[in-house]
């Protein structure tokens, strides 16, 4: 049951990226959808609803923990999009062979609570699963030392905004010694070193997105966001 979800799961994927067991992006990305597949195989969810629950409640420990984590949040966005539509695909497949009469009494304002439980919902979710599990293998991080200006996967492109003055916050310094080495120590004394994980580029200067699904203007990347999540699921 929801109240018995002990988040064993996440917290280990959260203890992986923190101590560099998960280092790049491809292994996160990974990790978090096997976590997620195992979770709708074994987990206890009787409804789309009720699987969701479990998968935001994933997302806020996650936002909690890592705040500068995109990757694992983006795939577990992801796949709240995939059970969204897998929902409703399951839904209208069953309305299908419905009666004359219970078509005719149906509410069409009816809004999709995802409260109802359908018997083939699972297995459809890890046959979807199967292929995006296969679509994140097929762009290989070995396929991203391409050189190019501006190279990602899918995965990367998230919905919360880091504007210039949100740098800092932002930011992950790792060890110094990849930038001054220790053998320098009278220098050590007297500075101190910062070595960002990540850098800022001013979206003005990125003239083109390319990922393992082509190359899009920027402009697109909002129609791109609204196919890899559905809009409920971008503030958790």
Request: charged share 20%; aromatic share 10%.
């Amino acid at each position: 049951m929801l109240e018995q979800d002990n988040l064993s799961d996440v917290i280990k994927l959260v203890s992986d990226i923190r101590h560099k067991k998960l280092f790049n992006s491809y292994d996160i990305a990974l990790k978090t959808e096997e976590l997620l597949e195992k979770l709708i195989s074994e987990g206890y969810w009787r409804s789309a609803r009720e699987l969701m629950t479990l998968v935001k409640t994933r997302m806020k420990y996650t936002t909690e923990n890592l705040s500068q984590e995109a990757t694992a949040l983006n795939i577990m966005r992801h796949i709240l999009k995939i059970i969204r539509e897998e929902y409703e695909a399951a839904s209208k497949k069953k309305g299908e062979g419905q009666s004359l009469h219970q078509l005719v009494t149906a509410n069409p304002n009816s809004v999709l609570d995802y409260s109802e439980s359908l018997i083939n919902l699972k297995s459809r979710l890890l046959d979807h699963l199967t292929e995006y599990k296969v679509e994140l293998e097929s762009s290989s991080y070995l396929y991203l030392l391409i050189v190019v200006m501006v190279l990602s996967n899918m995965y990367k492109f998230t919905p919360n905004y880091v504007a210039s003055h949100d740098h800092t916050a932002f930011n992950i310094c790792a060890s110094p010694a990849n930038v001054i080495p220790y053998c320098c120590g009278q220098l050590l004394n007297k500075i101190e070193v910062y070595n960002p994980v990540f850098d800022y580029v001013p979206p003005e200067l990125v003239t083109l997105f390319i990922s393992h699904q082509g190359g899009n203007a920027p402009s697109y990347v909002y129609r791109l966001l609204s196919e890899l999540y559905h809009q409920d699921d971008y503030d958790m």
